[in-house]
């Protein structure tokens, strides 16, 4: 879980619900500066696993590479 301050609650940047929100990880690279706790997952989940949560993701945070792995180019 995010050990960040108390989240006010506000319009998560990926989701766009009202949600309490906590500050995404600067190595997460470009992606919406305040989440809510479900997007945070995804996004945590998805750097473990060195992938994205989804296309926008992928399109302002991969390498070429990644990226055509990602819309199934290299296959
Ligand atoms: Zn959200």
């Known amino acids: 879980m ?3 301050r108390p989240p006010a609650e506000d319009t ?3 989701c766009k619900q009202t ?3 906590f500050a995404a990880k600067t190595e997460w690279g470009r992606v919406p500066p305040l989440l809510c706790s479900p997007c945070w997952s995804r996004y945590a989940d998805a750097r473990a696993r060195n992938t ?6 992928a399109f302002d945070n991969a390498t070429d590479e990644q990226l055509s792995d990602a819309l199934g180019l290299n296959a």
């Open 19 to 21: 949600r309490p929100l």
């Open 2 to 4: 995010p050990e960040t």
């Open 52 to 57: 994205f949560v989804d296309f926008n993701d």
């Open 12 to 14: 998560c940047g990926r």
